[in-house]
């Protein structure tokens, strides 16, 4: 049909300002120029702001919620596979210790994506032009986010139930 595929906020904003649709504005005494222009600058500060506060609120819950969880659910496997290795008793403790090693490298990549996150946060923070901003949080900011997310999900799929400080997926689904 000829309509734009346009996937993000960033870029459908951007289209307040094609030619044809000032035209379309102006002609119809809906709004001028500078009013769109105006109403351009205020929508990509919204969003840049409103991806700002997920990642900061992002970051707080990876560092003092869920770092917090999965380490104290690997200290108590460790442990008890110590107690096992202490008592005498003759079990493989192979794929225990093994899963101790993949939490741990997941939180490493986890915690390492936080640095990144929010040395990104503090990048896109120091722009000043509104669309360079807004394109910042969409590309380095939200993108880091996303990966961010998938080291949480691959973390919430292997932490006891007890010791995850959210509600599951399977709880949001099924539970409520």
Request: proline share 3%.
């Amino acid at each position: 049909r000829g309509l734009p595929n346009i996937t993000n906020n960033v870029d459908a904003i951007a289209e307040i300002l094609k030619p044809e649709a000032i035209e379309v504005f102006e002609k119809m005494n809906v709004l001028t120029r500078q009013e769109l222009e105006a109403r351009y600058n205020i929508y990509l500060q919204v969003y840049s702001r409103q991806i700002k506060m997920e990642a900061t609120v992002m970051l707080q819950m990876a560092r003092k919620d869920i770092v917090p969880a999965t380490l104290k659910y690997v200290h108590d496997v460790a442990s008890t596979v110590n107690e096992v290795k202490e008592s005498g008793v003759k079990c493989p403790l192979s794929r225990e210790e093994e899963m101790i090693a993949s939490i741990m490298d997941s939180v490493d990549k986890f915690m390492q994506t936080c640095l990144v996150l929010e040395r990104e946060l503090k990048n896109a923070h120091e722009l000043t032009e509104p669309f360079e901003k807004a394109c910042a949080y969409r590309d380095k900011v939200f993108a880091t986010m996303k990966v961010l997310r998938s080291y949480g999900d691959a973390l919430e799929r292997v932490v006891g139930k007890t010791y995850w400080p959210f509600a599951t997926y399977e709880d949001l689904l099924f539970n409520i």
